[in-house]
């Protein structure tokens, strides 16, 4: 297995793009995290899915974000206008369960100009 | 309110050092704690659970719930444990809550 696979490993955007961050998490896997990791807030959980639907989005910073899980096998992250704040690592993981281990992908370098 | 707290953003020691990353868990359940560790380059991974009790790579910790604390430990630190190591705890609803974060950093 390959493991979660995010893409693109690295986006450099002008501010009030539009930005789309892919992941595609372990197959068999229930439960899909979004965070976001800056050197200020260390890892932040944005949003998280549980066979495919969204449990809890609290952590979503501004109603700019959103994500979406159509199917088991693929995710999005949407920022709609991005701003220079934006920059971080944002990271995809997927457990057998909320309560499982979590597996990491390698992340996606964003950053806003 | 902050359910995991890293005290340290930054630690440093010499190689062959002991070295302690603090954890301190605010939640009156039972949790269930976690170390997950990233080195540079590389994705984030677990290091270890607490329910497992093991040593990953010269690593332990023990949960201490009268102090409610979940400290990182090894006796002698090595060049290649410099990362980014981060304190997690999964709550009863399910919710996973990490710390900021400390980056450890092993002079040679």
């Known amino acids: 297995d390959a493991g979660v696979i995010q893409s693109p490993r690295h986006e450099v955007t002008e501010m009030g793009q539009e930005v789309t961050l892919r992941c595609k998490p372990i197959?068999?896997?229930?439960?899909l995290f979004w965070y976001r990791q800056t050197m200020m807030r260390g890892l932040e959980l944005l949003i998280y899915f549980n066979n495919n639907v969204p449990i809890d989005d609290s952590g979503m910073p501004e109603d700019r974000f959103s994500a979406k899980m159509p199917n088991a096998s693929f995710s999005t992250l949407k920022i709609q206008p991005s701003e220079p704040r934006d920059s971080a690592v944002y990271f995809c993981?997927?457990?057998?369960?909320?309560?499982?281990?979590?597996?990491f992908g390698a992340g996606t370098r964003l950053s806003v100009l | 309110a902050q359910r995991v707290t890293q005290p340290e953003k930054l630690l440093s020691v010499f190689k062959g050092a002991p070295v302690e990353l603090k954890c301190n868990y605010s939640?009156?359940?039972?949790?269930?704690l976690f170390w997950y560790v990233q080195y540079s380059r590389q994705r984030l991974q677990l290091l270890l659970r607490h329910i497992s009790r093991e040593s990953i790579k010269g690593f332990t910790a023990d949960l201490n719930k009268g102090e409610t604390s979940f400290h990182l430990k090894k006796p002698f630190a090595q060049e290649e444990d410099s990362a980014m190591y981060y304190c997690a705890l999964i709550d009863g609803a399910n919710n996973l809550f990490f710390g900021t974060g400390t980056r450890l950093t092993v002079i040679p």
């Open positions: 197959s068999g896997h229930n439960s």
């Open positions: 939640y009156s359940g039972s949790p269930e």
């Open positions: 993981a997927s457990s057998l369960t909320a309560k499982n281990i979590q597996y």
